[in-house]
Structures are given as structure tokens and as C-alpha cells.
């Protein structure tokens, strides 16, 4: 059973449609991370969350944490081919990391 | 930029041979981290490691062993391979608390 739930698993959308993928837990962590990954390569941090109810925009993509900081939102608004990718969220607890096992997204031109 | 390295990025070994993998990072980080990646099951923590000398168990550390003898190395030792523990290997360094960077992963098959 893993620690984080991401969902959905799969995800396959057409340009200019906007989406949600979630991260959820039943611990608390005192930060949270999101990552993504290309095929041969190691994940790439998006973005770090460390506050309840915290919300960062990084151009098209709004990163949320929850107010009791067990989940995390990712919405990306008119998503592009260039996003297609494994997204990644991670908890973070003193030296501590553990990850969910990721949303595979496939954006269509 | 901080590099983090692993020996192999592509690995075939038989059943049973002790599998050495070695990750290097530049950074001086404390932390360092082994993880494996399977289809449907993200990445799985193995062992990790948050000084010299010092490890932890992660979710999956059967038949797996680490050693950290300096700072910037951290070893992943499969004692007897086996056919189950082929799969993606990913190394990851960070400084306590922000970003962790990773390797460029090391596939393993086990034959």
C-alpha cells in the first residue's frame, strides 16, 4: 500500500484542456513536493508546498496544499503537448521522503 | 549545478551474482537516497541515508544492503540478485528539507 495516492493514474487529453490530478494521504507532512519525469530521466522537482492551505502558480500549473497537509492539488490550465510527462508527488518529514506512485499524463496536439 | 551520478545506466546480471550500484553526488548533501521505479508503483524507497556511516530502512529494504563510507557516495548492494529486483534504480541526493536531485537511473535485469 503506498503512502501517497495519486490519481488518476492515466491521463490522456487533448491541447487546450485543462486538468486536475490529486495526491492524497492519511499522514501529515510538513511539506509536500511535486516532480516530474521524462522517460530516461530522474524526476525534476515543480515545486515545493510547506503550508497548510498554500497555494504556488508556476505559470500555467496551480499547486495546492491541503489546510491539514495530508494532500495536494496540481491543475494545469490549457495543458500542451510539452506537459506530457509522470508527474510525481512526494511528503517530506524531517530527512524522510516518500513518494506516490505518479500520474502518467499524455497531452495530444 | 548539482550532479548527481550513477555508475550504469544499463545493468544484466544473473541470478544470484552480488550487484554492486554506485551513485555519486557534488553537492555535499547530506541526505542521499535509493529508490526503485516499477510500472504502477512510483518510486519505492529502499534505504536511505542522512549522514556518513548512518542508514535507514525504507519500505523495501529486503534483500537489499547500502553502505555510505564518505559523504558523496552512497552504495546499493544487492547481496543474490534476483529475477523480482529487476527494475529502475534512482539515486537521489538533498540538503535537509528542499529539493532532491536525481540520478539519471540505472535499469537492472536479472536473468
Known amino acids: 500500500t503506498q503512502l501517497l495516492e495519486q490519481s488518476p493514474q492515466f491521463l490522456s487529453i487533448q491541447e487546450g484542456e485543462n486538468l486536475t490530478v490529486y495526491c492524497n494521504s492519511s499522514?501529515?507532512?510538513?511539506?509536500l513536493q511535486w516532480y516530474r519525469q521524462e522517460p530516461g530521466e530522474g524526476p525534476v522537482l515543480l515545486v515545493t508546498?510547506?503550508?497548510?492551505?498554500e497555494v504556488k502558480k508556476l505559470k500555467r500549473l496551480t499547486f495546492q496544499f491541503g489546510d491539514a497537509r495530508k494532500d495536494s492539488s496540481l491543475h494545469i490550465t490549457a495543458a500542451q503537448p510539452g506537459d506530457t510527462g509522470l508527474y510525481l508527488c512526494?511528503?517530506?518529514?524531517?530527512?524522510?521522503?516518500?513518494f506516490g506512485a505518479g500520474t502518467r499524463l499524455t497531452v495530444k496536439p | 549545478d548539482v550532479k548527481v551520478t550513477q555508475s550504469s545506466r544499463y545493468l544484466v546480471k544473473r541470478t544470484g551474482e552480488k550487484v554492486f550500484l554506485e551513485c555519486v553526488q557534488d553537492?555535499?548533501?547530506?541526505?542521499m537516497f535509493w529508490y526503485r521505479q516499477d510500472p504502477g508503483l512510483g518510486l519505492r524507497l529502499i534505504y536511505f541515508?542522512?549522514?556518513?556511516?548512518?542508514?535507514e530502512k525504507g519500505d523495501i529494504p529486503e534483500g537489499y544492503s547500502v553502505s555510505r563510507e564518505k559523504k558523496e557516495r552512497f552504495s546499493l548492494i544487492l547481496e543474490s540478485a534476483s529475477t523480482n529486483q529487476t527494475s529502475m534504480y534512482l539515486c537521489?541526493?538533498?540538503?535537509?528539507?528542499?529539493?532532491?536531485?536525481f540520478g539519471q537511473g540505472t535499469r537492472l535485469t536479472v536473468v
Open positions: 537521489a541526493s538533498r540538503p535537509t528539507r528542499t529539493e532532491a536531485f
Open positions: 499522514s501529515v507532512f510538513s511539506s
Open positions: 508546498v510547506v503550508t497548510g492551505g
Open positions: 512526494a511528503g517530506l518529514n524531517n530527512n524522510d521522503m516518500r
Open positions: 553537492m555535499d548533501h547530506e541526505n
Open positions: 541515508s542522512y549522514d556518513v556511516k548512518m542508514k
